[in-house]
């Protein structure tokens, strides 16, 4: 506590930044549950355990994917017909390569609701990993072009690990994210 | 308003302390070798890099040497300024990360990472680029030194001043109570007791959950640790101050928030810690040599538990940390004080880091206290081993010449950052070491409110940069948090009148959230609502007799209230003198008649009862009765011996 209230003053400045672009203001933390305990020998009372409620299939890691992989689609489309970029392979056309890119990342999410070890944090490491590896295969493959000789399987492959590592992580995420807390202990 | 509290006689002392100015001495000794060694490696980078540049032919080779000697340096060399300052900002957020996270890997794979894309990506190095990156590193070293020199000079100066007015205060350290004598025991008003129930609500949940608490991150102040410790330490307090004979649901309460911290969710940040910054994969959280952030500050939280209770944690094997189900790390309040003992006795600082590299002074505070109960409830003698080493630790490497304690320092490179010592870093610092360096604490108090000032006999805080920060939330905008912390310093180290500035400050100002009773500052978070707890439930020398002093033997044998409901019975006061019982209640959900269980009676002995609905009880073989109440409104209630 107290012990490095400058770091918590640059988060405090991003968080505020943060809501006031998303226009969301900060929701306080709710009311603890309220606490009940019966007097002497009678039965202790606890707050009810979290009731059990069924996991909502999250729609947001879906719609994202088909909609990176759309967007993916039409940007490198344009970007090679307006000449901006080359493709990887000019015997196979950006379409080709985006549609494999789209069948290994499916292909990933089909994986992901029957793994069930890990924990959230290892969600949030893929998930963090493999933005972090699709950012910089972006800027090496089609900025830097030092290391990697690009065709069409060095493309579609390196993209794709990294895609299908963030919407691994994002799918496992997000469900965790709203599973029900377990019964009391007590 | 909460009741002022007396305080006992003691057996005290008075003590002048002065600023310990470094003349003619710009660091500690540590901190001075700490840096020789850092400025010898980094001479011995700049002379390879400097042969590299001048030597080599390959245009490539120059660029990566110069990156790693200055962050961009690569890009400086051959004229790429804007990917330059890109790098130089990304080594910046680098450092942010390593200080936030204690993640030491990042900015050296940073750095080296980018020396590699400026290597890969270099044009043709200009000799005015190299010129540039050469001369950069030594610059920035040498001004940073003349300004600190100059800094010291100046803060010297105040220091001698400030050392003239010292030398005529005497600060009381106060002692252990006289013999005979007892600690006081106030009477909690309502509003103070649905302040307190926001806490018990929060502990009385089960173990594995959470509601109510601030879920933003692991590692910084808001993390769910922090709060469990205030939460202990101000539901202690509490019992301390006005209900020492009442265990019942106020000690299952601090169970609870003990037990909370050994679920991985709360302690598993240590695991990702070691791993990025010790590059050690080992979730071990007590067993290292750092993470005194856990083992200063729930080693606290147990030993006032057990001050005030019981021992149970003291059992080997009671605290069962759980990484997996197959993994468990078994510790308890002995293996959490020995293992503070040995860090601070192998490091040259004494004090030692939280985060990997990062030494924080409050936190080593916290550890201190550890130390200094676990020595008065099972005999040790860790305090007397490390203290006079971590005083001097203390003066020597983190005061600066006018007095104000230093927030932090790196431990492998011995830099700190001159300009955190603001008045957040002296109180909350001042509070915690009043229990195990208290001349220190009183020094720094009296540096401190010097620029505090009473208006209307509403506190008015200096302007400083963290002053409105909640770092419960990370919110902005309200001095509450400052508010609050100001008034557990003011009221541990004595002065009362600040103390009640403040909180009459936060009662007035703070607007107030109910349900059902239960009452917190709304625009608040739980850390500063339960920091808020402590500083109303405290008193003069409160957290130093708990730490250090302990309670009377009478409060440790003597009746206790052990069982009642909750919330129908709130608990105002409850005191022993070893053999008769004074109860003050409050109802806390409407008018209510219930029974009360009272232990640690004489077995079979015959009590006359006053305020219950019998006029006597009887205790059973165990020591144990119970007593029928009338719940209505204040009430008090006493058993004594017949």
């Given at each position: 506590m107290g012990?490095?209230?400058?770091a918590?003053?640059v988060?405090s400045v991003l968080r505020r930044?943060?809501?006031?672009v998303?226009r969301?203001?900060p929701?306080?933390?709710?009311?603890?549950p309220?606490?009940r305990?019966g007097p002497?020998?009678s039965?202790a009372?606890?707050?009810?355990?979290t009731?059990t409620v069924?996991v909502?299939p999250?729609?947001?890691?879906?719609?994202?994917v088909?909609?990176s992989v759309?967007?993916?689609?039409?940007?490198t489309?344009?970007?090679?017909?307006?000449?901006?970029?080359r493709s990887?392979?000019?015997a196979?056309?950006p379409?080709v390569?985006?549609?494999?890119?789209?069948?290994?990342?499916?292909s990933?999410?089909?994986?992901a609701?029957?793994?069930?070890?890990?924990s959230?944090e290892?969600?949030r490491?893929l998930?963090?990993a493999?933005a972090?590896?699709?950012?910089?295969?972006?800027v090496?493959?089609h900025?830097?072009?030092?290391l990697v000789?690009?065709?069409t399987v060095?493309?579609v492959?390196?993209?794709?690990v990294g895609?299908?590592?963030?919407y691994?992580?994002?799918?496992?995420?997000r469900p965790?994210a709203?599973?029900p807390t377990s019964?009391a202990?007590? | 308003?909460?009741?002022?509290q007396?305080p006992?006689?003691r057996?005290s002392?008075?003590?002048?302390v002065?600023i310990?100015?470094?003349?003619?001495?710009?660091?500690g000794p540590?901190?001075r070798?700490r840096l020789?060694?850092f400025?010898a490696?980094?001479?011995?980078l700049?002379?390879?890099v400097?042969?590299v540049?001048t030597?080599?032919d390959d245009?490539r080779?120059r660029a990566?040497?110069l990156?790693?000697?200055?962050?961009g340096?690569?890009?400086?060399?051959d004229?790429?300024?804007?990917?330059?300052?890109?790098v130089?900002?990304?080594?910046?957020?680098?450092?942010?990360v390593?200080?936030f996270?204690g993640?030491?890997i990042?900015?050296p794979?940073?750095l080296v990472g980018?020396?590699a894309?400026a290597?890969?990506?270099?044009?043709d190095?200009t000799?005015?680029?190299?010129?540039?990156?050469?001369?950069?590193?030594?610059?920035?070293a040498?001004l940073?030194?003349a300004a600190?020199?100059?800094?010291?000079?100046?803060?010297?100066?105040?220091g001698r001043s400030?050392?003239?007015e010292?030398a005529a205060?005497r600060?009381?350290?106060a002692?252990?109570p006289?013999?005979?004598?007892?600690l006081p025991v106030?009477e909690?008003?309502?509003?103070d007791l649905?302040?307190?129930?926001?806490?018990l609500?929060?502990?009385?949940?089960?173990?594995?959950?959470?509601?109510g608490?601030t879920?933003l991150?692991?590692?910084r102040e808001a993390a769910?640790?922090?709060q469990l410790?205030?939460?202990?330490?101000?539901?202690a307090?509490?019992?301390?101050?006005?209900?020492p004979?009442?265990?019942?649901?106020l000690?299952?309460?601090?169970?609870?928030?003990?037990?909370?911290?050994l679920?991985?969710?709360?302690?598993?940040?240590?695991?990702?810690e070691?791993?990025?910054g010790?590059?050690?994969?080992?979730?071990?959280?007590?067993?290292?040599?750092?993470?005194i952030m856990?083992?200063g500050f729930?080693?606290?939280q147990?030993?006032?538990?057990?001050?005030?209770?019981?021992?149970?944690?003291s059992q080997?094997?009671?605290?069962?940390f759980?990484?997996s189900d197959?993994?468990?790390?078994d510790?308890d309040?002995g293996?959490?004080?020995?293992s503070i003992?040995?860090n601070m006795?192998a490091?040259?600082?004494?004090?030692?880091?939280c985060?990997?590299?990062?030494?924080?002074?409050?936190?080593?505070?916290?550890g201190l206290?550890?130390?200094v109960?676990h020595?008065?409830?099972?005999g040790?003698?860790?305090?007397?081993?490390v203290?006079?080493?971590?005083?001097a630790?203390?003066e020597?490497?983190f005061?600066?010449?006018?007095g104000?304690l230093?927030?932090?320092?790196?431990?492998h490179?011995g830099?700190?950052?001159?300009?955190w010592?603001?008045?957040s870093?002296?109180?909350?610092?001042s509070?915690w070491?009043?229990?195990?360096?208290?001349e220190?604490a009183h020094r720094?108090?009296w540096?401190l409110?010097?620029?505090?000032?009473i208006?209307?006999?509403?506190l008015?805080?200096?302007?400083?940069?963290?002053?409105g920060?909640?770092p419960?939330s990370y919110?902005i905008?309200r001095?509450?948090?400052s508010?609050?912390v100001?008034?557990?310093?003011?009221?541990?180290?004595g002065d009362e009148?600040?103390?009640?500035?403040?909180?009459r400050t936060l009662d007035?100002?703070?607007?107030?959230?109910?349900r059902?009773g239960?009452?917190r500052?709304?625009?608040s978070?739980?850390?500063?609502?339960?920091y808020?707890?402590?500083?109303?439930?405290?008193?003069?020398a409160?957290?130093?007799?708990?730490?250090a002093?302990?309670?009377p033997?009478?409060?440790?044998?003597g009746?206790?209230l052990?069982e009642?409901?909750y919330?129908?019975?709130?608990?105002?006061r409850?005191?022993t003198?070893?053999?008769?019982l004074?109860?003050?209640?409050?109802?806390?959900?409407?008018?209510?008649?219930?029974?009360?269980?009272?232990?640690?009676?004489?077995p079979g002995?015959?009590y006359?009862?006053?305020g219950?609905?019998?006029s006597?009880?009887?205790?059973?073989s165990?020591?144990r009765?119970?007593v029928?109440?009338e719940?209505?409104d204040?009430?008090?209630?006493r058993?004594a011996?017949?």
């Open positions: 012990c490095c209230l400058v918590a003053l988060v930044g943060w809501h006031t998303t969301r203001p929701s306080p933390a709710p009311f603890p309220p606490a305990r002497p020998g039965r009372l606890v707050a009810p355990a009731a069924a909502r999250i729609l947001s890691v879906p719609v994202a088909a909609g759309l967007l993916l689609a039409v940007s489309t344009a970007s090679s017909w307006a000449g901006l970029v990887p392979d000019p196979v056309p379409l390569a985006d549609l494999l890119l789209a069948c290994l990342v499916v990933a999410l089909l994986v609701p029957r793994w069930t070890t890990g959230r290892t969600a490491a998930s963090a493999g972090t590896w699709t950012t910089v295969v972006l090496e493959m900025g830097l072009r030092t000789p690009a065709t060095v493309d492959v390196l993209h794709g895609l299908s590592a963030l691994l992580g994002l799918a496992r995420w965790l709203s599973r019964g202990l007590s | 308003m909460t009741a002022i007396t006992p006689e057996r002392s008075d003590a002048t002065l310990p100015v470094l003349e003619g001495r710009l660091f540590v901190t070798r020789q060694r400025l490696i980094a001479s011995a700049w002379i390879a400097l042969g540049a030597l080599a245009d080779l990566g040497a990156g790693l000697l200055l962050p340096g690569g890009f400086v060399a004229g790429s300024w804007v990917a330059a300052v890109a130089l900002a990304g080594f910046g957020l680098s450092l942010v390593w200080w996270f993640a030491t990042v900015p794979v940073v980018t020396a894309w290597a890969l990506t270099t044009g190095v000799a005015t680029g190299v010129v540039v990156a050469l001369a950069t590193p030594p610059a920035l040498v940073g030194l600190h020199a100059a800094r010291h000079r100046r803060q010297a100066a105040v400030l050392n003239a010292l205060v600060f009381t350290i002692g252990p006289a013999l005979g004598s007892t106030a909690s008003t309502a509003e649905a302040r307190l129930r926001f806490g609500d929060l502990a009385l949940q089960p173990v594995d959950e959470f509601a608490f879920h991150d692991q590692y769910l640790r922090y410790n205030a939460l202990s330490y101000g539901l307090m509490s019992q301390l101050t006005r209900t004979a009442f265990g019942g649901y000690a299952e309460a601090q169970q609870r928030a003990i037990e909370k911290m679920l991985r969710k709360v302690w598993g940040y240590w695991a990702r070691n791993a990025w010790n590059l050690r994969w080992d979730p071990e959280p007590v067993e290292n040599e750092q993470n856990l083992t729930y080693g606290l147990i030993a006032m538990y057990e001050t005030l209770n019981d021992d149970r944690y080997p094997g009671a605290l069962r759980r990484w197959a993994t468990t790390y510790h309040l293996s959490l004080a020995a003992h040995r006795s490091s040259d600082y004494t004090l030692f880091p985060e990997p590299n990062w030494i924080y002074t409050v936190c080593n505070t916290f206290s550890t130390l109960a020595d008065r409830l099972h040790t003698t860790y305090r007397d081993d203290i006079d080493r971590l005083r630790g203390y020597q490497e005061v600066r010449p006018d104000k230093l927030g932090v320092r790196a431990e490179v830099m700190s950052w001159n300009f010592a603001n008045p870093v002296q109180t909350t610092t509070y070491m009043h229990a195990g360096l208290p220190i720094t108090w540096l409110k010097r620029d505090i000032t208006r209307d006999g509403l008015e805080l200096p302007r400083f940069a963290t002053k920060l909640d419960g919110l905008g001095d509450t948090f508010q609050v100001t008034m557990m310093a003011a009221r541990e180290l009148e600040y103390a009640v500035a403040a909180q007035e100002r703070e607007p107030i959230e109910d059902d239960v009452r500052m709304k625009d978070s739980g850390l500063a609502n339960l808020a707890t402590l500083g109303r439930f405290g008193r003069s409160g957290l130093r007799d708990l730490v002093h302990g309670v033997d009478a409060w440790q044998t009746p206790r052990a009642c409901a919330p129908d019975v709130l608990g105002a409850a005191v003198d070893g053999a008769a004074d109860l003050v209640l409050r109802p806390g959900a409407g008018p209510v008649r219930t029974v009360l269980a009272v232990d640690r009676l004489r002995a015959e006359a009862v006053t219950g609905t019998e006597s009880t009887t205790a059973d165990e020591g009765a119970m029928g109440v719940l209505a204040r009430l008090a209630v058993l011996p017949l």
